[in-house]
């Protein structure tokens, strides 16, 4: 079994508010697919019963800023405006995160934000639990973390950071947590370039 999903590893700075006012119907119609493929949500069989998946995107109106879905939302088969916090800022270094919203950010949100940090056409990212798509990408060429790193970290982040460095990540744009069970990422410069990423790689691990 591998380390639980959902669990805050960074500090936080949070600061409870009204829900965003950001156009987020691109991003809320792509989670209710990924729920319906059972690629986001909430199982008792699975990771002792905690809720897995999130994603999140870049604001318009601050792009230094991004959206994520919150903490252990993904026993909801819709989500709303209130579902969703803005990350005002993140530090690597200092493992911290600033945030505001009806709730408290995803546990991955420091990994999200290192991706809108390297490169700042990303627009969009989507992390899914699934152990097909896990086992499928760690057997073919896509990029893998180290196995020995965890969710939620700053070497995880660091992680991330070498893995595009390397060029390899841009090919997918998927990402397969080799540490975290399950674990997958995709990103893009749209939203819906991210999930399509994310269902190509759906439909090649299962017409394998």
């Known amino acids: 079994m591998g380390e639980l999903e959902g669990v805050i590893k960074y500090g936080l700075d949070f600061c409870l508010s009204q829900p965003t ?7 809320n119609c792509w989670r209710s697919i ?8 909430q199982d008792s069989q699975r990771y002792e ?3 897995f998946g999130n994603l999140s995107q870049r604001c318009q109106r601050d792009k230094t800023q991004f959206i994520i879905s919150g903490t252990q939302t993904g026993n909801f088969a819709e989500l709303t405006r209130s579902h969703y916090v803005r990350v005002e800022s993140c530090d690597v270094t200092l493992n911290h995160v600033t945030a505001s919203g009806p709730l408290k950010p995803s546990s991955e949100a420091l990994t999200h934000s290192m991706f809108y940090e390297l490169d700042s056409s990303i627009e969009c990212v989507i992390h899914v639990h699934s152990p097909e798509l896990w086992m499928f990408g760690l057997q073919n060429e896509y990029s893998c973390t180290d196995k020995n790193v965890e969710y939620g970290t700053q070497a995880m982040a ?3 950071a070498r893995l595009y460095h390397s060029g390899k ?10 540490g975290h069970e ?4 995709c990103f893009g410069n ?12 759906w439909v090649k691990a299962c017409s394998k």
Not at 34 to 41: A, D, R, S
Not at 182 to 185: S, Y
Not at 190 to 201: C, E, K, P, R, T
């Open 182 to 185: 399950d674990g997958v990422i």
């Open 21 to 27: 006012t950001e156009n987020l119907s691109e991003l």
């Open 49 to 51: 019963g905690y809720g």
């Open 169 to 178: 990540l841009l090919q997918h744009k998927t990402l397969v947590m080799a």
């Open 190 to 201: 749209s939203v819906n370039q991210a999930a399509m990423a994310l269902i190509d790689l």
């Open 34 to 41: 990924l729920y319906e493929l059972k690629l986001i949500g």
């Open 158 to 160: 660091s992680e991330i």
